[in-house]
């Protein structure tokens, strides 16, 4: 009697444990669906998510770029930084990598260069995202990479490379640093500007009298994420060993050496309605957590500039 009263309760414990391991397994199928339907949502029945896919048509059909990653690419570091990270914003599955031609920044980067003249193939991923609680879309973009020049050359562009590759290791990481901010801001204006005068979006104009967006009204907003603690670094390459000025520049990368910290650049885009021009109206900087963890083995072949320790996300 004792032995069938036992194995009853046996079997009863069996059978709750298996109804909640059945109601649990149905919730989490359930809260899997949903955050299924709303990427879909988010990435296929927006009209503003059609301007955005209506904007990588028109930009592969502009510049139609073919290249594939070569073993100058410094390999992929998981960081906690990018959109995946922002709590404020929703965002589409997947990212549309799309490599655009940058020209020559024409800048004068430091006393012994002259004008900068390059024009350089620049990738980044961008993905559509839609700010939370705001009737506001937003394009994030992260892993900024140098892909090549355009060809030609130009003969000042080499001239520029000459003097470039002629100052100390510091220094030429130093201007490197501020090339890759300015050319990240350019291919994110060339894409931004082909956004946000797409038909299809139907956002208010910019303010009337000139005054800045704020984000709230800003219709047009782009994310830049960065880690905020890297380093410049050569990368391994067989061909950089050559003795070639052009590959010598692109084995450069700017490494994340801490795996939290993050720089996020928010960028307010309007579309000016008396003269068609697409204007910048707000932009912000902030910092994101702190760099505490330092990642190790990372890709660094030779060190050109120590880890930047204290973040810097702020405007120069």
């Known amino acids: 009697m004792k032995n069938i009263r036992l194995l009853h309760i046996i079997l009863s414990s069996l059978l709750i444990i298996f109804i909640l391991n059945s109601c649990t397994k149905q919730e989490e199928i359930k809260n899997n669906n949903l955050s299924t339907h709303v990427k879909k949502s988010i990435s296929e029945n927006s009209i503003r998510s059609k301007a955005f896919d209506e904007t990588i048509k028109k930009l592969r059909n502009i510049y139609p770029i073919k290249y594939e990653l070569d073993t100058r690419e410094a390999g992929d570091i998981q960081t906690s930084c990018g959109p995946d ?31 900068m003249d390059c024009g350089l193939v620049v990738q980044m991923d961008a993905i559509f995202c839609k700010n939370k609680g705001i009737d506001n879309s937003v394009i994030t973009f992260t892993n900024f990479e140098f892909l090549s020049f355009i060809t030609p050359v130009s003969d000042l562009c080499i001239d520029w490379l000459i003097a470039y590759n002629q100052l100390p290791y510091l220094e030429r990481a130093e201007v490197y640093q501020k090339i890759v901010a300015d050319y990240e801001a350019a291919y994110e204006l060339l894409f931004m500007q082909s956004w946000v005068s797409d038909p299809n979006n139907d956002f208010d104009p910019c303010p009337e009298d000139g005054s800045a967006c704020s984000s709230s009204y800003t219709a047009y907003q ?91 996300c702020i405007e120069e």
Do not use: W
């Not at 880690?227 to 050559?242: G, Q």
């Open 85 to 115: 990270d922002d709590p404020q914003i929703e965002c589409a599955e997947e990212a549309v990598t799309l490599p655009l031609p940058i020209p020559g920044t024409q800048v004068v980067y430091h006393p012994s260069l002259p004008p």
């Open 222 to 312: 782009a994310r830049y994420y960065k880690s905020a603690c890297t380093k410049v670094c050569l990368v391994y390459d067989r061909d950089c060993d050559r003795e070639d000025q052009v590959l010598g520049f692109l084995c450069q990368k700017e490494i994340p050496c801490y795996s939290d910290g993050c720089c996020k650049k928010e960028t307010g885009y309007c579309m000016n309605s008396e003269t068609g021009e697409v204007e910048v109206c707000h932009e912000a900087y902030y910092l994101v957590g702190e760099c505490t963890n330092p990642i190790p083995n990372d890709p660094c072949f030779i060190e050109l500039k120590p880890c930047d320790t204290t973040p810097n």
